[in-house]
């Protein structure tokens, strides 16, 4: 027997110390009480009966207290597994819902289009005589080589000659270097397409280096024009 359990003198087994009988096997613990205890198993006498009714009560009171602070602090918050919300684009108001005023839209500048011209004008380093078609199509010309350029026309030039005109260009500045009555070149009257070549080392020493356009003219129609550069 210890301070906690009373064993059984019959089966060794422990019970507890308010125990009467033993709860395996049925045998009196406390002398003088043999004639109470029925046989088997199970105790059947009042005092043990009471004790046990009092331990039962005391654990299942126990469980109902910890229950209810249990559901007063869980520690375990159950989560929904359900499914995931579906984010949603935020929509920020414009101005003109905010404000209730309506920007007025500044019309952009009318842009007049530049008028396509009728002929084309194409400049390269050499051309065909025959053909007129040009060689080593460029627009760059520097010391050395040659400033071919040809005219062509959808129609007859309908003129014996033709003006040329050649323009600087500097700072959104044109400066006139050849005027259309000095740059009078040959196109017979029949003729659709008419091509010239000259030495760029010429037109450098005449004009120096820099951006240029040149401009050609059938009287006063300009019918086709072309930008270009010369190097030192």
């Not at 159950?78 to 905010?98: E, F, M």
């Not at 005109?165 to 740059?183: H, L």
Request: charged letters at 15%.
């Amino acid at each position: 027997m210890t301070g906690e359990t009373v064993e059984c003198f019959n089966c060794g087994r422990p019970n507890p110390p308010w125990a009467h009988v033993c709860r395996f096997c049925g045998v009196p613990l406390v002398a003088g009480e043999a004639a109470a205890v029925q046989s088997g198993t199970f105790p059947t006498d009042q005092r043990s009966l009471l004790s046990m009714g009092a331990a039962i009560g005391t654990i299942v009171a126990a469980i109902v207290i910890g229950l209810m602070l249990s559901n007063l602090n869980p520690t375990n918050p159950t989560v929904g597994l359900g499914p995931s919300p579906t984010p949603h684009a935020s929509v920020i108001p414009s101005a003109s819902a905010s404000t209730g005023v309506e920007p007025t839209a500044t019309p952009a500048p009318a842009v007049a289009p530049t008028p396509k011209l009728p002929g084309t004008l194409t400049l390269g380093t050499g051309r065909n005589r025959q053909t007129c078609e040009i060689i080593g199509q460029t627009d760059t010309f520097g010391p050395g080589s040659v400033f071919a350029h040809t005219i062509a026309l959808n129609e007859a030039f309908g003129i014996d000659r033709l003006g040329e005109e050649v323009v600087r260009v500097a700072d959104g500045k044109e400066t006139i270097v050849q005027t259309r009555q000095d740059g009078q070149n040959a196109a017979p009257s029949p003729a659709k397409i008419v091509c010239y070549q000259v030495p760029s080392n010429s037109l450098i020493k005449a004009w120096g280096a820099g951006d240029f356009v040149m401009r050609i003219y059938r009287g006063d129609e300009k019918i086709a024009e072309a930008a270009f550069t010369l190097t030192k």
